[in-house]
């Protein structure tokens, strides 16, 4: 069965360097997410993507973030200049249409 | 108003038992999907039903079913006959279809409930 995959599964960063998650869809789906859990919480909608443009963001998703679709299978979070309240566990997810979002296994983001 | 609400802190049940996990929604919106995910201690998040609030009849999946009782906004999951794999958090989740968004608006979760299996 076609997975969401996410790399890397552990990233370890300082606390103000740049990160970037990568995501590979599911190849036939066309709505892309991305979501954080921070530990022992919810989990929060972060963005919401879609024909190559941003459809929704919430207030989680200030200016240090940005995603991107940069060619036809991956699709990237970027953290510019991380936080120590950034660790969390992102996940990324998609659906081709009114359908169940399926995830990616996560990605576990540690800021030291 | 929290828009899906889990309140069970952690539920236990006997293997081969069946179980009913909570969910209660909010909201304004006629046109609306009920989903729960099983999340492991491993930390993924795996899709186990799907309810769309113009269902006439519940969902199941295997052993899954959805109580979905759309006067009162539950939509809470019966798991029968429990196994020891079952033991995760659970998470409710709902998708609010008539915004402009439509296909691609988000998911909001509950806080989740714990399940423990006891052999």
């Known amino acids: 069965e076609p997975e969401v995959t996410q790399t890397p599964s552990h990233q370890v960063t300082q606390m103000g360097q740049e990160v970037i998650l990568r995501c590979v869809p599911i190849?036939?789906?066309?709505?892309f997410y991305w979501y954080r859990q921070i530990l022992g919480q919810k989990v929060e909608f972060l963005v919401s993507f879609y024909n190559n443009e941003i459809s929704e963001k919430s207030e989680i998703f200030d200016d240090q973030f940005s995603v991107e679709r940069p060619d036809g299978s991956n699709f990237t979070l970027k953290i510019r200049s991380t936080k120590l309240e950034d660790s969390a566990m992102y996940f990324c997810?998609?659906?081709?249409?009114?359908?169940?979002?399926?995830f990616g296994d996560g990605t576990r983001l540690s800021i030291l | 108003a929290q828009k899906i609400t889990q309140t069970q802190p952690g539920m236990f049940v006997q293997e081969k038992e069946a179980v009913t996990l909570d969910c209660t929604y909010d909201?304004?919106?006629?046109?609306?999907?009920l989903f729960w995910y099983k999340q492991p201690s491993s930390g993924e998040m795996i899709f186990l039903i799907y309810?769309?609030?113009?269902?006439?009849q519940n969902a199941t999946e295997g052993r899954y079913s959805l109580n979905f009782q759309k006067a009162r906004k539950s939509a809470n999951l019966v798991i029968s006959a429990s196994q020891l794999g079952d033991s995760a958090m659970y998470f409710c989740a709902m998708r609010e279809d008539s915004r402009s968004t439509g296909a691609n608006s988000k998911l909001t979760f509950g806080k989740g409930i714990t399940l423990s299996v006891r052999p």
């Open positions: 309810q769309g609030s113009y269902d006439q």
């Open positions: 190849s036939n789906h066309l709505y």
């Open positions: 997810a998609s659906t081709p249409g009114f359908q169940p979002q399926h």
């Open positions: 909201t304004s919106d006629p046109s609306y999907g």
